[in-house]
C-alpha cells in the first residue's frame, strides 16, 4: 500500500507538468482569426530602386515598414495586448481562408508590380523636364492577389485576356476600380497558371478578383539604366518614398537639402498614391528614427493626425495624393 502511494506521489506532478505543457504548447501554437501590426524600421528607398552613377544627397529617402502577424496565436495576442503600439484586428470573413504562402504570395506581387509603377511614374514625370530621360513598357496582364473562397481563382494567376481581347489592348476601357475587376456574368476571362492557359467564364459577384498590374519594361532602352535589388520589404506601401528617391536621381538638384524624408503610400503607374495599412505604427516609427518629414496619403491622414499629435516631435507630416503633390512639397521646402 505505501508502494502504491510512492508511486502516485510522483505520477500526480509528471501529470501536472504534461497538462501545463500542453496548454503552453496549446496557446502558442493555436492560430486565431486576430492580426497583429507592430512598429518596425526604416529602409533607403535607393536600396531597393536606383540609377546607375547616381549623384550624392546629403538627405535620405527611406520607406517605412512595419512587423505584422496574419492569424497570430493566442499567447501572441496576449502579450501584445499589453504592448506599445500594437494593433490587434480582426480579419475580414472574406479574407481568413487565406494560408500563409498565399500571403507572402500577394505581398510578393504587391511589391514587384510597385517597383514597375515607381520606375514608370518616376521617369515618365522626370521625361517632361529632360529630353534624356526614356521609358518604353506594356501591360502584360493583372496578377491576382484576392479571390472570394466560393471561387475557383488563385493567388498568381495571371490575367491576359477578356473575351479574347488582351488586356494590354483594354486597359484604358477595363471596368477597374482601385485593383477590383469586375465582369460582366458571362465573360470569358483568360488566364495562365503553372505555364498553362485557361479560360473561365464569369458566373455571379464571387469570380471577382482584386489584381495588380503586371507591367513589362524594357530595359534595354530605359535611360538612364535603372538597378533593382530584390530587398527584404514586401508588399505595395514603399511606392510612393521609392518614387521620390528616384526622381531625385533623375534631376540634377538635391531635393533631400540633408533632411531625412520618409513616409509610405502606393503609387501608381500614373503617379497617384494611395492608401496603406498601419500607419499608426509607421508614424511613431518615423519619430523614434528622428524623421523630419514624413508623407502620408490622404486616404490615412485622419488617423496619421492622430497618432502625430499625440507626439512630441518636431517632424513635418504631410498629406498627398500623388507624386507631384510629394514633390511640391520638396521644392517649396525652405
Known amino acids: 500500500m505505501k508502494e502504491k502511494k510512492l508511486k502516485l ?7 501536472g507538468v504534461l497538462i501545463i505543457n500542453a496548454f503552453l504548447l496549446f496557446i502558442s501554437t493555436y492560430r486565431t482569426n486576430y492580426s ?3 512598429p518596425g524600421g526604416l529602409v533607403l528607398s535607393n536600396d531597393i530602386v536606383s540609377i546607375d552613377n547616381a549623384k550624392e544627397s546629403k538627405g535620405s529617402y527611406e520607406t517605412i515598414y512595419v512587423v505584422s502577424f496574419n492569424k497570430s496565436t493566442i499567447l501572441q495576442n496576449f502579450i501584445c495586448k499589453y504592448a506599445k503600439m500594437v494593433s490587434i484586428d480582426l480579419i475580414d470573413t472574406n479574407s481568413r481562408h487565406f494560408t500563409d504562402r498565399e500571403n507572402y504570395l500577394m505581398g510578393e506581387i504587391e511589391h514587384n508590380s510597385s517597383v514597375s509603377s515607381t520606375i514608370i511614374s518616376t521617369y515618365n514625370l522626370a521625361s517632361n523636364n529632360n529630353l534624356d530621360v526614356n521609358i518604353d513598357y506594356y501591360l502584360n496582364g493583372f496578377y491576382v492577389t484576392y479571390y472570394y473562397e466560393e471561387s475557383d ?4 494567376d495571371q490575367i491576359i485576356a477578356i473575351n479574347d481581347v488582351l488586356i494590354e489592348k483594354l486597359y484604358s476601357n477595363l471596368t477597374i476600380d482601385s485593383g477590383w475587376l469586375n465582369n460582366e456574368i458571362g465573360t470569358k476571362i483568360t488566364y495562365i497558371r503553372d505555364d498553362k492557359t485557361y ?4 458566373e455571379d459577384e464571387k469570380d ?5 498590374p503586371n507591367y513589362v519594361i524594357d530595359y534595354d532602352t530605359i535611360n538612364p539604366k535603372v ?3 530584390r530587398g527584404f520589404t514586401n508588399g505595395p506601401s514603399g511606392g510612393l518614398l521609392r518614387s521620390l528617391s528616384l526622381y531625385d536621381d533623375l534631376v540634377t538638384e538635391d531635393l533631400t537639402r540633408g533632411l531625412r524624408i520618409a513616409g509610405t503610400g502606393t503609387i501608381s503607374e500614373t503617379g497617384n498614391v494611395g492608401a496603406i495599412g498601419g500607419i499608426k505604427q509607421k508614424i511613431y516609427t518615423a519619430y523614434s528614427y528622428g524623421v523630419d518629414i514624413f508623407f502620408c ?7 496619421a493626425l492622430e497618432m502625430y499629435e499625440s507626439l512630441d516631435t518636431n517632424m513635418k507630416l504631410y498629406q498627398v495624393s500623388t507624386l507631384t503633390e510629394a514633390l511640391e512639397v520638396l521644392y517649396d521646402w525652405s
Not at 208 to 212: D, F, G, L, V
Open 208 to 212: 471577382n478578383i482584386y489584381c495588380y
Open 297 to 303: 496619403p490622404e486616404a490615412n491622414y485622419k488617423e
Open 9 to 15: 506521489r510522483h505520477i500526480i506532478p509528471i501529470f
Open 36 to 38: 497583429l501590426t507592430l
Open 227 to 229: 538597378t533593382i535589388n
Open 199 to 202: 479560360n473561365m467564364f464569369v
Open 153 to 156: 481563382w488563385q493567388i498568381g
